[in-house]
């Protein structure tokens, strides 16, 4: 017997309905990344193992999926790494490819190599899949789609506060209010470092850091500890684990704690700026809030980070994210590039707005009309009328085979279609048909000429 087929864990199969509204989504999303002036690009599926690599920090390296070289790849596998069971050099010669794990990193090999056909500054859009080797959970999946919104060859401050107001004007039109914009800068973490004297640790305790709202303060710290930063550190960082107040208030904090570090003074300043820019123009539907602790760990960013949370009450993690990262093309040999960017996570917007029915029935709605099918010569004039219908945008289908009607009528309610028509062997003769309302279950009789009228 035959066993039964399954899917990979963290992926799934997406029905007719789920189709549709994720493409909704993807639309909204689309729409504005238009309205804002951003291109269209694409790029493959896997990148060249060590265009991935590297980029986004040890967790990250971990969670890529590599892709065996093709035929006998053990031919070619290092017989030292093979011998002593070191995966990550053996995996450098078994794998030369690898599925992007996100669409930033490709995006900045895109620059460097059409650097010659692009204006800058260059604001580009990209929807398309990612995958990474995490633990599936809700919300967090092993493929998924990323939609982000990218600007290079700028370093004007004025590009976050467009890319906050993005992702303002997607939520708005989505009717998703109370989101939170967190904002965070990376200076301001170096900074921190540096005024605790843990420099050296930056990655380690940024990494860390990230993690507060997730496992807890103890367990933070316990991390830290664990990584090589001196107890004496940790305690200098105490106090940022419960900074509050207003957004301006933080900073004002935050710039007494980094008053000797010039570099976290001017994270500090750059936060500031896109607060103040930000209240010349207010956000309709989300508000912002400064975490210093925020960091999402990735090590490409050197600016301004930025994440999103879902609305108050919504178990979710983040759905949304970014930030500025003005070495990231530097990488690929292409220097003196800044680089901002945004990303909207399709799959977790999509739970959040069915957690709080938000989607709107009418993009939910079936195919408009169904035929059935009485037999071959009634069928030919159905396909004329079908043809009609079509042609005028009126969604139309014609049951293939002169079943029997209780099945026919079956399928047309099961695919829920407001309409049914039927044209047998009398109104082929009198040149009518009879339209029924599926919803209320009055029907009428037209004339053939009058269908297309009525049902547009």
């Not at 011998?83 to 490819?97: A, F, G, N, P, V």
């Not at 904002?183 to 470092?193: F, H, Y």
């Not at 059935?372 to 079908?386: H, R, T």
């Amino acid at each position: 017997m035959a066993q039964k087929p399954s899917l990979p864990k963290g992926t799934r199969d997406f029905t007719p309905s789920e189709v549709i509204r994720r493409n909704y989504i993807m639309d909204v999303i689309r729409n504005q990344f238009k309205l804002f002036g951003f291109a269209p690009i694409e790029t493959p599926s896997f990148e060249n193992y060590d265009t991935l690599m590297g980029k986004y920090g040890e967790e990250g390296d971990r969670l890529i999926f590599k892709i065996l070289n093709s035929g006998d790849y053990l031919k070619k596998a290092n017989q030292e790494a093979l011998k002593e069971q070191d995966s990550q050099k053996l995996t450098s010669s078994i794998s030369e490819k690898a599925l992007r794990y996100d669409l930033t990193v490709p995006f900045a090999r895109y620059v460097v190599q059409h650097q010659n056909e692009i204006d800058f500054p260059f604001k580009r859009y990209q929807i398309q899949p990612v995958w990474r080797a995490d633990r599936p959970q809700k919300g967090r999946f092993r493929e998924f789609f990323q939609c982000d919104a990218d600007v290079v060859g700028s370093n004007s401050l004025l590009q976050e506060v467009e890319l906050i107001q993005l992702y303002d004007a997607v939520f708005s039109d989505l009717s998703l209010n109370g989101v939170t914009i967190k904002l965070n800068n990376r200076k301001i973490l170096s900074g921190i470092a540096e005024v605790i004297g843990a420099s050296e640790f930056l990655i380690d305790f940024t990494v860390a850091l990230d993690k507060l709202d997730k496992i807890g303060k103890e367990k933070v710290i316990e991390e830290m500890l664990s990584k090589g930063i001196s107890q004496s550190a940790v305690q200098m960082a105490d106090p940022l684990f419960s900074i509050s107040g207003t957004s301006l208030e933080q900073l004002a904090s935050l710039k007494e704690f980094l008053k000797n570090s010039t570099l976290g003074t001017e994270g500090v300043n750059e936060l500031e700026f896109i607060l103040q820019s930000l209240e010349n123009t207010p956000l309709k539907t989300a508000s912002i809030q400064i975490e210093v602790t925020l960091a999402r760990g990735l090590n490409y960013y050197t600016g301004a980070i930025i994440e999103v949370g879902a609305p108050e009450g919504v178990q979710m993690g983040s759905i949304g994210g970014g930030g500025r990262y003005d070495d990231l093309t530097s990488i690929f040999g292409l220097k003196n590039v800044g680089g901002v960017g945004i990303s909207f996570g399709l799959d977790r917007i999509y739970l959040v707005l069915e957690e709080l029915d938000l989607f709107p029935a009418t993009i939910a709605s079936a195919p408009k009309v169904f035929f059935v099918n009485f037999g071959d010569q009634e069928a030919q004039n159905c396909i004329k009328l079908i043809q009609q219908l079509r042609a005028e945008g009126v969604s139309a289908e014609l049951y293939p085979s002169s079943a029997k009607m209780q099945k026919q009528m079956k399928y047309a309610n099961n695919r829920n279609y407001p309409f049914v028509v039927l044209l047998g062997e009398q109104e082929l003769n009198d040149q009518t048909v009879v339209v029924k309302n599926m919803g209320s279950g009055d029907q009428q009789t037209v004339s053939q000429k009058e269908l297309v009228g009525l049902l547009k």
